[in-house]
């Protein structure tokens, strides 16, 4: 086995300003240049079941006890964990979109933060002297607006769409049989005389 010398080592981690600034945005640009990242969004679209096999209502049948449905809603999550990811997604932007005021509350602090991207990259921007980093001006925009989000009720829409979403996915997981899913035998048994 080969020892290594990490002691001669050498480098500048630090990139030159002209290359930070060149980055499209930096923080607030959205690339998925990390691996994992890409591969589970890759994952997850591939993962995606038909919608009408996951809305069609003749697989839907209420259980006739209550043992096969912990296994029946294991199942169902595991098999349409994609299709339960847009339910979600489409929960938060039905509550976005009816919610004005959260509406108002978003627009304003992703426009700050928009401003704040492009007031970056002709100069930064210094308060009595003292330069601010960009991450220190969107720790400021998420200060001032938490209020904001406060008064909007956006505690409220948080826990609304946890709740909607977990009623609506148990709802389906619990009712869904696959077609694998037998159907268990009922047995009566008659008394005997």
């Known amino acids: ?64 006890s209550i043992t096969p449905v912990p296994k029946r809603i294991v199942k169902n999550i595991e098999h349409f964990q994609s299709n339960y990811l847009f339910v979600f997604l489409g929960l938060v932007l039905f509550c976005v979109l009816t919610s004005p005021l959260l509406l108002v509350a978003i627009a304003a602090c992703l426009g700050a933060c928009y401003i704040i991207n492009i007031k970056n990259q002709e100069k930064k921007l ?46 389906h997981a619990s009712f869904y049989t696959h077609t694998e899913e037998g159907e268990e035998v009922d047995l009566v048994m008659d008394e005997v005389v």
Do not use: H
């Open 1 to 64: 086995m080969e020892k290594v010398d990490f002691g001669s080592l050498e480098g500048n981690i630090d990139t030159p300003e002209s290359q930070q600034l060149s980055k499209k945005g930096g923080i607030m640009s959205l690339t998925l240049s990390n691996t994992s990242a890409r591969e589970w969004l890759s994952r997850t679209r591939e993962g995606i079941k038909p919608w009408g096999e996951f809305i069609s209502t003749s697989k839907f049948k209420v259980p006739k």
């Open 126 to 171: 210094s308060i009595m002297g003292k330069e601010l980093s960009v991450s220190q001006q969107y720790g400021a925009v998420g200060l001032c607006s938490f209020p904001l989000f406060w008064l909007a009720g956006a505690g409220s829409a948080v826990f609304w769409i946890i709740g909607a979403s977990f009623f609506v996915i148990m709802l």
